[in-house]
């Protein structure tokens, strides 16, 4: 399981070290991709095979799915590191997450995965979200 707040610099090649604690959880076959909220995520080959799973060949898609599945795959890359522990993240991650060189990221343990937020937009998000932690736990947790 992930967990943890970190918040790294990004170099001006795009590269930026994922933390020991999360990266020693990654193992080969894991992919940085697209996750909900605008967010880049990294999926252990386990998650992103559960996803590859879930979602139907286009042949059988809706559209929907398909935009999904384009989505996904289409940012898509291997989590290859380097000898000092940062990943490099493509132009098209970057522009999608807004993620700026020489900016702060915050990677994010959250379970199964590792998200990475854009600085700003993560601060934003968890004012909001952590005055409602009560709330979403009474929520998620009914009965």
Known sequence: MFAGTYRVKVDAKGRLAIPHRLRSGLGEGSHISIGPDGVLVIYTPEEFEKVAQAVPAPWQANEGQRQFRRLLYSLAQPCEFDSQG???????????SGIEHSSTV????????????PEARWDSYSADAQPRFTDLVSEIFKG
């Open 106 to 117: 915050v990677v994010v343990g959250s379970g199964d995965l590792v998200e990475m937020w």
């Open 86 to 96: 940062r990943v490099t993240l493509t132009p098209e991650q970057r522009r999608y």
